[in-house]
């Protein structure tokens, strides 16, 4: 099974601050499915190339792409653009899920404006870019994804 972990920040993609919050995804996803082979990437805030990403896993038949970062307020937050130009259907309770649970720990959760959908049977979700959001925000859904990346592949129906 392939995932991808799309990291997207300017000030990573510069080399000028490192990446914590993606590693962090990529062990709790090997953790959860140690069988799954976890490509990753750290993108600048750049909707074309996001979006571009996002298409090529979904088009090499990834089974879910989590995107961490860039799903603020900012100007320069554009992955939800991005996962929205690429997705066919939205998961909205995903979201939903991530913003609920982590406004529970702080009130600035509900400005996240992170979406969640699939592009064909690839499931994409925007996690906030820190690390304990990413890290609170993912373990929130993780005993979701299961049985939504077995529907979206079409093996398992609901039960």
């Known amino acids: 099974m ?7 920040s300017d000030r990573c993609s510069q080399g000028l601050m490192q990446d914590t919050a993606g590693p962090s995804v990529v062990w709790l996803l090997g ?4 069988e799954a082979e976890i490509d990753t990437r750290i993108l600048p805030d750049e909707e074309d190339q996001i979006a571009a990403a996002l298409r090529e896993y979904a088009a090499a038949g990834a089974a879910l792409v989590l995107t961490v970062g860039g799903t603020g307020m900012s100007p320069r937050d ?5 996962t929205r130009s690429v997705i066919d259907r939205e998961a909205p309770g995903l979201a939903e899920a991530i ?9 600035f959760a509900w400005l996240s404006r992170g979406v969640a959908g699939l592009a ?3 499931l994409i979700v925007n996690l906030p870019g820190s690390q304990r959001g990413a890290e ?3 373990a929130t859904i993780l005993g979701l994804l299961k ?3 077995d529907v979206a592949a079409g093996g398992q129906t609901h039960p």
């Open 99 to 107: 913003r609920s649970t982590g406004a529970q720990r702080n009130q």
């Open 120 to 122: 064909g049977r690839t």
């Open 136 to 138: 609170e925000s993912l």
């Open 147 to 149: 049985h939504a990346v």
């Open 2 to 8: 392939r995932f991808a972990v799309l990291t997207i």
């Open 78 to 82: 554009r992955t939800p653009e991005a």
């Open 31 to 34: 953790a959860h499915w140690t």
